[in-house]
T-cell receptor, first 114, second 113 residues
Framework: DVKVTQSSRYLVKRTGEKVFLECVQD?????MFWYRQDPGLGLRLIYF???????EKGDIPEGYSVSREKKERFSLILESASTNQTSMYLC?????????????FGPGTRLTVT | GQQLNQSPQSMFIQEGEDVSMNCTSS?????WLWYKQDPGEGPVLLIA?????ELTSNGRLTAQFGITRKDSFLNISASIPSDVGIYFC?????????????FGKGTKLSVKP
């Protein structure tokens, strides 16, 4: 079974803090994704990575950056947290080059910025 | 970004009833996926569809890839309380970015015992 883990289930940060959200997958997947989920808005793609050291902006990258130094780990960084970044953050991974597009999600990190 | 039209937004049903929900798109898709999300958890993949007309079951769940390639349906038979959650459809457009999916906003299912 694919396992995607996220470093924290719940996180409370103050406005202006730098925040790191970590995601690790154990299935040697090339593609990794960061989404945020808000009521009424569904899942929105923040950033994705095709492979190590590769990254692409998604639909809402403003205020975020990412890092992919190792294949199994994809980090989301909030450079200066703001209250409008309070949300549920979901990481996902996918095996590339297979013609299969199934993404496997982690349990999520609920971030509150006060 | 583009999103799928998923309906209904919510359902409140009696235990034992059957459930139907669907997703539609203005674009042709080559993949449809259905996920379930329990409160406070990440989405879990239920069914994956890759061919137009394909009908696939997973226990009491059955999903279909619409013939027009612009829609998909999920049915749950004889619902039970643990079916409660949010069901999401997701799809990949022909010519879409590598690996990227488009998501519906979800159908929230509540089951009364």
């Amino acid at each position: 079974d694919v396992k995607v883990t996220q470093s924290s289930r719940y996180l409370v940060k103050r406005t202006g803090e730098k925040v790191f959200l970590e995601c690790v997958q154990d299935m040697d997947h090339e593609n990794m994704f960061w989404y945020r989920q808000d009521p009424g808005l569904g899942l929105r793609l923040i950033y994705f990575s095709y492979d190590v050291k590769m990254k692409e902006k998604g639909d809402i990258p403003e205020g975020y950056s990412v890092s992919r130094e190792k294949k199994e780990r994809f980090s989301l960084i909030l450079e200066s947290a703001s209250t409008n970044q309070t949300s549920m953050y979901l990481c996902a991974s996918r095996k590339a080059g297979t013609g299969v597009y199934e993404q496997y999600f982690g349990p999520g990190t609920r971030l509150t910025v006060t | 970004g583009q999103q799928l039209n998923q309906s209904p937004q919510s359902m409140f049903i009696q235990e034992g009833e059957d459930v139907s929900m669907n997703c539609t798109s203005s674009s042709i898709f080559n993949t449809w996926l259905w996920y379930k999300q329990d409160p406070g958890e990440g989405p879990v993949l239920l069914i994956a569809l890759y061919k137009a007309g394909e009908l696939t079951s997973n226990g009491r769940l059955t999903a279909q890839f619409g013939i027009t390639r612009k829609d998909s349906f999920l049915n749950i038979s004889a619902s039970i309380p643990s079916d409660v959650g949010i069901y999401f459809c997701a799809g990949r457009r022909y010519g879409g970015s590598q690996g990227n999916l488009i998501f519906g906003k979800g159908t929230k299912l509540s089951v009364k015992p």
